[in-house]
């Protein structure tokens, strides 16, 4: 090996092995400890060397140990598997060492602020006297975080609407077999029919003896399932009529889809929001009003289905042409051949793409807040600037990040799991 | 059989048309009644807002269409930096991605769960909000590098003066098209002769030799504007000569940045991982050094798999770029969708300017590259 060109302390005998392996940890400890107590009391065991390398001491002593104990074959099991995963070089030894660093220096501030420091009992700012986070900022504004700006007394009508279509959805689950051909017409246009109607009098009101509450009082992380809800079941219908569109051998409905999905795969979001809030009223009839939520959820389905068709088409043309030729022979039209044969097998494997879609759509929704909606991010900027809660902005956007984090890691988790099931189907 | 394939597209043509056409009628209807005509005259008129980050001089006495220019060119130069910064840091935690470190390969995939699952306009907000509010104020700054301060109202750093510029810069230009042809010489002369010449090495020394000179005899000359802090009345300070970086630039660019190269390390990975381990094998075999395998064999197939899903994610860096509306950094949106459609009143032709505006952007940008793309394909024969 090259390496023992340079390397005066170790050889290969057994006794200098045992010796190089206690000088490693040795240093190994010294620099870390250095590197504490430089960070944490305050004092410097170094401070005898000149003050360029005593910046670097605690680097240079991991190093330097880590390179000690890099030897191969040892017969330690600990020591080789270290070695094998994060020692193979001076240089892996050099990047290993920093991060443990940057880990000793990053994580205790960091866990005493989220933890240790930080008050969650009391109802009032004044509660928060610890150097760390404040949650009971979170606490007491939890229900508008999750509601918006909805009345208090009226929050459980959002809860059982929620549940409901949870139920809806699930149903589709449990239905006989014999039933099973019909559950896409039931997902892609009952679903959101029922979803609708449950929405418009539970969570609106007005009838039944419910109070009216404006879609101007909605908000909060409800929002943000509402908007993606809809928008994702809108979207995907006229994802896939775009992309069978985009294929299509007539000239005209080729490029007016063609158009259309690259209008607004070309423009940001921000601006199709804005289109929906001042520009689409101009283009009404005097005197008709579209309510606010709506226009949004229209503008996101029409911007998310440009999406959606170009993944749709990704799956379309995946599939093997015998199989379009194949539908064709046996005297299928085209709408017999893509509903029974080339759009089930297509759309089995589009299926992480529309997830992924749906995932970018929820990190989307708190676009919403340049036409007036709030939803989580839109009530955390809300709530900062309350004079009674000034100054924890921090714990709001950690608190958002935390929540949205949670929502979109597992759903990209889901959607990789999902990728592997179809690829070893196929 | 003609019928059912006139019948189709007839009824969309009607379909689009009304639709249009309803618009349209609409439209005129209710600019009349406000009293506005369709048109793009009132971008010569005096615009009479301040803005308060640009490129270019511009005060209240410009007109629309120079603010137009301010946002425009303020969005690029979002999108141009995080465009930079993204694919650089992009690449790199790609690369470490796959190091055999068990360490490096969990910080590095630590960092894409976490920001790439979070929504950019939250991370806009955190940094601008939270973290870099959290900075000292103007007096309190200590001094980085004997040179910078990092305070609450932005990033303060020496501006460079350059006397006779513009030779400078045409040297620049001069420059880069030595090496162009120095390039195509260079490759002609391996195709004929069958020897390398040592281009980067070459092409460094004129790229920056030349420029260098123009300092010795073309009478350019370069020195430092020093931030220098000044008390104005009692609690207020201001800093004298220097660069100005806006915090809200600073917040941008970061989040971009940290967003997008998350997708594009992804990409990066799937790059190198699409390249088959025989390659590398077979280019070793035959004699090439490990520094060649890789300039000659793995980036040049890596680059082809890279390549097409990056654009995209250059695209949605400049796309989202126009989330800077959100902190009022004076880009695109805040400054023509936002003020000016606010003063005029002309939301068709505003919101229609603007999407005009990021659909050439777009288009512009996959047309590079797909001629870029083109041009490192594979070459069939």
Same mark, same amino acid.
């Given at each position: 090996?090259?390496?023992?060109?340079?390397?005066?302390?170790?050889?290969?005998?057994?006794?200098?092995?045992?010796?190089?392996?206690?000088?490693?940890?040795?240093?190994?400890?010294?620099?870390?400890?250095?590197?504490?107590?430089?960070?944490?009391?305050?004092?410097?065991? !170094? @401070?005898?060397?000149?003050? =360029? %390398?005593?910046?670097?001491? +605690? &680097?240079?002593?991991?190093? $330097?140990?880590?390179?000690? *104990?890099?030897?191969?074959?040892?017969?330690?099991?600990?020591?080789?598997?270290?070695?094998?995963?994060?020692?193979?070089?001076?240089?892996?030894?050099?990047?290993? !060492? @920093?991060?443990?660093?940057? =880990? %000793?220096?990053?994580?205790? +501030? &960091?866990?005493?602020?989220? $933890?240790?420091?930080?008050? *969650?009992?009391?109802?009032?700012?004044?509660?928060?006297?610890?150097?760390?986070?404040?949650?009971?900022?979170?606490?007491?504004?939890?229900?508008?975080?999750?509601?918006?700006?909805?009345?208090?007394?009226?929050?459980?009508?959002?809860?059982?609407?929620?549940?409901?279509?949870?139920?809806?959805?699930?149903?589709?689950?449990?239905?006989?077999?014999?039933?099973?051909?019909?559950?896409?017409?039931?997902?892609?246009?009952?679903?959101?029919?029922?979803?609708?109607?449950?929405?418009?009098?539970?969570?609106?009101?007005?009838?039944?003896?419910?109070?009216?509450?404006?879609?101007?009082?909605?908000?909060?992380?409800?929002?943000?399932?509402?908007?993606?809800?809809?928008?994702?079941?809108?979207?995907?219908?006229?994802?896939?009529?775009?992309?069978?569109?985009?294929?299509?051998?007539?000239?005209?409905?080729?490029?007016?889809?063609?158009?259309?999905?690259?209008?607004?795969?070309?423009?940001?979001?921000?601006?199709?929001?804005?289109?929906?809030?001042?520009?689409?009223?101009?283009?009404?009839?005097?005197?008709?009003?579209?309510?606010?939520?709506?226009?949004?959820?229209?503008?996101?389905?029409?911007?998310?289905?440009?999406?959606?068709?170009?993944?749709?088409?990704?799956?379309?043309?995946?599939?093997?042409?015998?199989?379009?030729?194949?539908?064709?022979?046996?005297?299928?039209?085209?709408?017999?051949?893509?509903?029974?044969?080339?759009?089930?097998?297509?759309?089995?494997?589009?299926?992480?793409?529309?997830?992924?879609?749906?995932?970018?759509?929820?990190?989307?929704?708190?676009?919403?807040?340049?036409?007036?909606?709030?939803?989580?991010?839109?009530?955390?900027?809300?709530?900062?600037?309350?004079?009674?809660?000034?100054?924890?902005?921090?714990?709001?956007?950690?608190?958002?990040?935390?929540?949205?984090?949670?929502?979109?890691?597992?759903?990209?988790?889901?959607?990789?799991?999902?990728?592997?099931?179809?690829?070893?189907?196929? | 059989?003609?019928?059912?394939?006139?019948?189709?597209?007839?009824?969309?043509?009607?379909?689009?048309?009304?639709?249009?056409?309803?618009?349209?009628?609409?439209?005129?209807?209710?600019?009349?009644?406000?009293?506005?005509?369709?048109?793009?005259?009132?971008?010569?008129?005096?615009?009479?807002?301040?803005?308060?980050?640009?490129?270019?001089?511009?005060?209240?006495?410009?007109?629309?269409?120079?603010?137009?220019?301010?946002?425009?060119?303020?969005?690029?130069?979002?999108?141009?930096?995080?465009?930079?910064?993204?694919?650089?840091?992009?690449?790199?935690?790609?690369?470490?991605?796959?190091?055999?470190?068990?360490?490096?390969?969990?910080?590095?995939?630590?960092?894409?769960?976490?920001?790439?699952?979070?929504?950019?306009?939250?991370?806009?907000?955190?940094?601008?909000?939270?973290?870099?509010?959290?900075?000292?104020?103007?007096?309190?700054?200590?001094?980085?590098?004997?040179?910078?301060?990092?305070?609450?109202?932005?990033?303060?750093?020496?501006?460079?003066?350059?006397?006779?510029?513009?030779?400078?810069?045409?040297?620049?230009?001069?420059?880069?098209?030595?090496?162009?042809?120095?390039?195509?010489?260079?490759?002609?002369?391996?195709?004929?002769?069958?020897?390398?010449?040592?281009?980067?090495?070459?092409?460094?020394?004129?790229?920056?030799?030349?420029?260098?000179?123009?300092?010795?005899?073309?009478?350019?000359?370069?020195?430092?504007?020093?931030?220098?802090?000044?008390?104005?009345?009692?609690?207020?300070?201001?800093?004298?000569?220097?660069?100005?970086?806006?915090?809200?630039?600073?917040?941008?660019?970061?989040?971009?940045?940290?967003?997008?190269?998350?997708?594009?390390?992804?990409?990066?990975?799937?790059?190198?991982?699409?390249?088959?381990?025989?390659?590398?094998?077979?280019?070793?075999?035959?004699?090439?050094?490990?520094?060649?395998?890789?300039?000659?064999?793995?980036?040049?197939?890596?680059?082809?798999?890279?390549?097409?899903?990056?654009?995209?994610?250059?695209?949605?860096?400049?796309?989202?770029?126009?989330?800077?509306?959100?902190?009022?950094?004076?880009?695109?949106?805040?400054?023509?969708?936002?003020?000016?459609?606010?003063?005029?009143?002309?939301?068709?032709?505003?919101?229609?300017?603007?999407?005009?505006?990021?659909?050439?952007?777009?288009?512009?940008?996959?047309?590079?590259?797909?001629?870029?793309?083109?041009?490192?394909?594979?070459?069939?024969?």
């Amino acid at each position: 090996m090259s390496r023992n060109n340079f390397n005066l302390l170790k050889s290969k005998h057994q006794t200098n092995q045992n010796i190089s392996l206690i000088l490693g940890v040795l240093f190994f400890s010294v620099g870390i400890i250095d590197f504490y107590l430089n960070n944490y009391f305050n004092t410097n065991i !170094t @401070s005898f060397l000149p003050r =360029i %390398i005593n910046f670097f001491t +605690p &680097l240079i002593f991991g190093v $330097i140990g880590l390179h000690l *104990i890099r030897i191969e074959f040892s017969g330690i099991k600990i020591l080789d598997n270290l070695n094998k995963n994060i020692n193979t070089s001076n240089f892996n030894a050099v990047l290993s !060492t @920093s991060i443990i660093l940057l =880990i %000793i220096f990053a994580a205790p +501030p &960091l866990l005493n602020w989220l $933890i240790f420091d930080a008050n *969650i009992a009391g109802d009032s700012k004044e509660a928060c006297t610890g150097g760390g986070a404040c949650w009971v900022y979170i606490k007491i504004w939890f229900n508008r975080f999750m509601y918006g700006m909805y009345p208090n007394a009226e929050q459980w009508r959002i809860n059982v609407t929620f549940i409901a279509v949870l139920v809806f959805m699930a149903a589709g689950f449990f239905v006989p077999t014999r039933l099973r051909n019909y559950l896409s017409l039931y997902y892609t246009l009952l679903l959101p029919i029922i979803s609708f109607i449950l929405i418009y009098y539970i969570i609106s009101g007005g009838s039944f003896g419910l109070v009216w509450v404006e879609t101007g009082a909605w908000g909060g992380l409800s929002l943000t399932f509402m908007v993606s809800f809809f928008s994702l079941i809108f979207c995907f219908p006229l994802g896939m009529m775009l992309a069978l569109g985009r294929r299509s051998n007539l000239p005209i409905i080729k490029y007016s889809s063609l158009s259309f999905i690259e209008f607004w795969r070309g423009v940001p979001l921000i601006t199709v929001l804005f289109m929906s809030a001042v520009m689409f009223p101009m283009f009404l009839p005097e005197g008709t009003y579209i309510d606010k939520l709506i226009r949004v959820v229209v503008a996101i389905t029409l911007f998310e289905a440009a999406y959606t068709a170009e993944v749709i088409r990704g799956g379309l043309q995946a599939l093997p042409r015998g199989q379009y030729d194949a539908a064709k022979s046996l005297g299928m039209g085209y709408w017999r051949m893509h509903v029974f044969v080339i759009l089930p097998q297509a759309l089995k494997l589009v299926i992480p793409g529309i997830a992924n879609t749906f995932l970018a759509l929820i990190k989307d929704t708190p676009l919403i807040f340049v036409v007036g909606l709030l939803e989580l991010v839109g009530m955390l900027n809300l709530a900062k600037t309350n004079p009674k809660w000034l100054g924890f902005s921090m714990e709001g956007y950690v608190f958002a990040g935390i929540i949205f984090w949670i929502i979109c890691y597992s759903m990209s988790k889901y959607s990789q799991n999902l990728e592997l099931k179809y690829k070893t189907d196929r | 059989m003609k019928l059912k394939k006139i019948l189709p597209q007839v009824l969309t043509l009607l379909f689009i048309v009304l639709v249009f056409g309803f618009f349209t009628m609409n439209a005129q209807e209710n600019m009349g009644a406000r009293g506005l005509e369709f048109g793009f005259g009132f971008l010569k008129t005096q615009a009479s807002f301040d803005i308060q980050f640009s490129l270019i001089d511009y005060d209240g006495s410009h007109s629309y269409a120079r603010a137009y220019l301010v946002g425009l060119l303020n969005t690029l130069l979002v999108a141009f930096i995080g465009i930079i910064l993204a694919t650089l840091l992009g690449a790199i935690v790609g690369v470490a991605r796959l190091s055999p470190n068990y360490l490096i390969r969990k910080t590095a995939s630590f960092y894409i769960e976490f920001f790439r699952n979070i929504p950019l306009l939250l991370q806009i907000f955190f940094w601008y909000f939270a973290a870099l509010r959290a900075l000292p104020m103007l007096e309190d700054a200590p001094m980085l590098l004997n040179s910078s301060f990092m305070t609450i109202k932005g990033l303060y750093t020496p501006a460079p003066i350059w006397t006779n510029f513009d030779i400078f810069f045409t040297t620049i230009i001069i420059a880069m098209i030595i090496i162009f042809f120095f390039a195509k010489y260079a490759k002609k002369k391996q195709e004929q002769v069958g020897k390398r010449l040592p281009v980067l090495i070459i092409s460094l020394a004129i790229f920056i030799g030349l420029p260098l000179l123009t300092f010795l005899i073309g009478g350019v000359d370069l020195s430092w504007s020093f931030p220098v802090i000044r008390q104005m009345s009692q609690s207020s300070y201001t800093f004298d000569g220097g660069l100005k970086i806006p915090p809200e630039l600073i917040a941008l660019t970061l989040a971009l940045t940290l967003y997008t190269a998350t997708f594009i390390a992804e990409n990066v990975r799937a790059g190198i991982q699409g390249i088959g381990k025989g390659q590398k094998e077979a280019a070793a075999s035959i004699g090439l050094t490990p520094s060649q395998v890789l300039k000659l064999v793995i980036m040049p197939q890596a680059l082809r798999i890279i390549i097409p899903p990056t654009t995209n994610q250059y695209l949605n860096l400049t796309k989202n770029s126009s989330l800077a509306a959100a902190i009022a950094y004076p880009d695109l949106v805040l400054v023509f969708a936002g003020t000016a459609m606010m003063q005029t009143g002309r939301a068709i032709e505003i919101v229609g300017i603007t999407m005009a505006t990021y659909l050439t952007i777009s288009l512009g940008i996959s047309l590079l590259m797909n001629w870029y793309n083109k041009r490192i394909a594979i070459q069939e024969k």
